[in-house]
């Protein structure tokens, strides 16, 4: 069974950083894409970023492209984004994804994705 365990976030003023982890529990973690989406009370879940198997190929909302970094770390079974120039906007609750098959449905979508995790709260104060 394939768990999601995000951690890492928090309040922080605008302009300052946080960085996301996600771990997951399983064993076969680069077979794996992995991407974080974000909810705001009131609003849809919004694709934030990708990233391939490897980590060679990332891909981002145009919202906070030039600001977040996702990554991953293959022998931790890890992916994380890194979120920088943070806004009020970007508040949220943030949930990373693991997609088991790779398909034509775009990847910004989120029945692509199998297994999330429980999400973690980013407040960004102006």
């Known amino acids: 069974q394939v768990q999601l365990v995000e951690s890492g976030g928090g309040l922080v003023q605008a302009g300052g950083s946080l960085r996301l982890s996600c771990v997951e529990s399983?064993?076969?973690?680069?077979?794996?894409?992995m991407a974080w989406f974000r909810q705001a009370p009131g609003k849809e879940r919004d694709f934030v970023a990708a990233i391939s198997r490897s980590g060679a190929t990332s891909y981002y909302a145009d919202s906070v492209k030039d600001r977040f970094t996702i990554s991953r770390e293959n022998a931790k079974n890890t992916v994380y984004l890194q979120m920088n120039s943070l806004k009020p906007e970007d508040t949220a609750l943030y949930y990373c994804?693991?997609?088991?098959?790779?398909?034509?449905?775009?990847?910004?979508?989120?029945?692509?994705?199998?297994?999330w995790g429980q999400g973690t709260q980013v407040t960004v104060s102006s």
């Open positions: 399983g064993r076969t973690f680069s077979s794996y894409r």
């Open positions: 994804a693991l997609a088991r098959l790779i398909t034509s449905t775009p990847i910004t979508t989120p029945t692509v994705y199998d297994y």
